[in-house]
């Protein structure tokens, strides 16, 4: 079976310098190495749909979805929290992360992909419930892990957060979550 392959061409612009841990070359570096492989044109390629309002409010408040989208700026910076700041394509961005993870979760679940990768912008783990955190705005995994709750068939989910800091957003969300 194939791997689907959940990207967002449009992903927000980093307007913050070129040495910044979250940057659009993050995501070509990725790409690149696809094509060097030889992997990319094996890959299921699939473009991200924005995660719906329902799919934020599962693990986020309404107020804090419409928050963000009131302080996404027209033009420049909006400074959100001391390491996460917003440019006019971030709201629209942010949505498509979630929505990729979603949609690849689906796509795994139906049988119409084995695996799946989302090679999106921005990160979601240190999305809190109702805070912005470390370049994050939705909980992108805290999504996925909602929508399998859905499903009848599912007893249980797993998280295991793979990186070289704390998922605190996912911790906070599901803290007291059996």
């Not at 679940?109 to 939705?138: D, K, Q, Y």
Request: with cysteine.
């Amino acid at each position: 079976m194939a791997v689907a392959f959940v990207t967002h061409a449009h992903c927000h612009l980093h307007r913050m310098g070129d040495h910044h841990p979250e940057r659009p070359a993050r995501l070509n570096a990725i790409v690149d190495e696809l094509h060097a492989r030889g992997l990319y044109d094996v890959l299921l390629h699939h473009e991200a749909p924005r995660a719906s309002v329902e799919q934020l409010i599962r693990v986020h408040p309404l107020a804090y979805v419409e928050d963000l989208s009131k302080r996404s700026p027209a033009e420049g910076l909006a400074h959100i929290d001391p390491d996460t700041w917003m440019c006019p394509e971030t709201f629209e961005a942010a949505l498509r992360a979630a929505g990729a993870n979603v949609l690849a979760t689906d796509l795994v679940l139906t049988g119409a992909a084995s695996r799946a990768f989302c090679n999106v912008r921005p990160p979601g783990h240190h999305a809190e419930r109702a805070t912005t955190m470390g370049f994050c705005f939705f909980n992108t995994i805290a999504c996925v892990a909602e929508r399998l709750r859905e499903l009848p068939d599912i007893e249980r989910v797993f998280i295991l957060d793979w990186d070289v800091h704390h998922g605190n957003g996912t911790q906070d969300i599901f803290y007291a979550d059996p």
